[in-house]
């Protein structure tokens, strides 16, 4: 079973910053089949990154996701007030299709 | 616009069972896997399971194997979730899901709390 650890646990950043969020596996993640979600307090979870780095539809080009094998990063260029968040990474190229524990986004 | 709604959360007893539904429409709903996914209160998401277009591949995260079982009807345009030997561990928002290569559509979830 493939685990995923993202860090930082939190990040303190303010409005026109870069944020480099990672998520690291515990094996290769096959085909880089590894997404990247955005959850606001009291929302769903919404896709930003599939295939560790397309974008899914509606994103804005500020996001963006890389990597391969074991180490992914998403990267939000110039953060806007709305991108304070909590990021979530998951892996589906074998199951179980695990979570990371997510990396809290926060208002410095 | 695709809509995907969860139904069947509550209060139950550890012990006993629940069954989910979410119920989807505008779009083709038999072409697409789906997925559970959970969130305990205060907590990060948990991926529960996945069961593709035709039912033919199903697969569970080890703590709800043996206790859960994800089904759909296509024909109704529903996924289902029947959850027995609940215990306090499985308190959380339930959400389906939509997809494979991420999940781009998420319903607005159901709470589950398991207690005496």
């Known amino acids: 079973e493939i685990v995923l650890t993202q860090s930082p646990g939190t990040l303190s950043l303010s409005p026109g910053e870069r944020a480099t969020l990672s998520c690291r596996a515990s094996?290769?993640?096959?085909?880089?089949?590894l997404a990247w979600y955005q959850q606001k307090p009291g929302q769903a979870p919404r896709l930003l990154i599939y295939g560790a780095s397309s974008r899914a539809t509606g994103i804005p080009d500020r996001f963006s996701g890389s990597g391969s094998g074991t180490d992914f990063t998403l990267t939000i260029s110039r953060l806007e007030p709305e991108d304070f968040a909590v990021y979530y990474c998951?892996?589906?190229?074998?199951?179980?299709?695990?979570f990371g524990q997510g990396t809290k986004l926060e208002i410095k | 616009e695709v809509q995907l709604v969860e139904s069947g959360g509550g209060l139950v007893q550890p012990g006993g069972s629940l069954r989910l539904s979410c119920v989807a429409s505008?779009?083709?709903?038999?072409?697409?896997?789906m997925n559970w996914v959970r969130q305990a209160p205060g907590k990060g998401l948990e991926w529960v399971s996945y069961i593709s277009s035709s039912s033919g591949t199903i697969y569970y995260a080890d703590s709800v194997k043996g206790r859960f079982t994800i089904s759909r009807d296509n024909a109704k345009n529903s996924l289902y979730l029947q959850m027995n030997s609940l215990r306090a561990e499985d308190t959380a928002v339930y959400y389906c899901a939509r997809g494979y290569s991420g999940y781009g559509y998420w319903g607005q979830g159901t709470l589950v709390t398991v207690s005496s």
């Open positions: 505008g779009f083709t709903f038999s072409s697409y896997n």
């Open positions: 998951q892996q589906y190229g074998s199951s179980p299709y695990i």
């Open positions: 094996q290769s993640v096959s085909g880089s089949y």
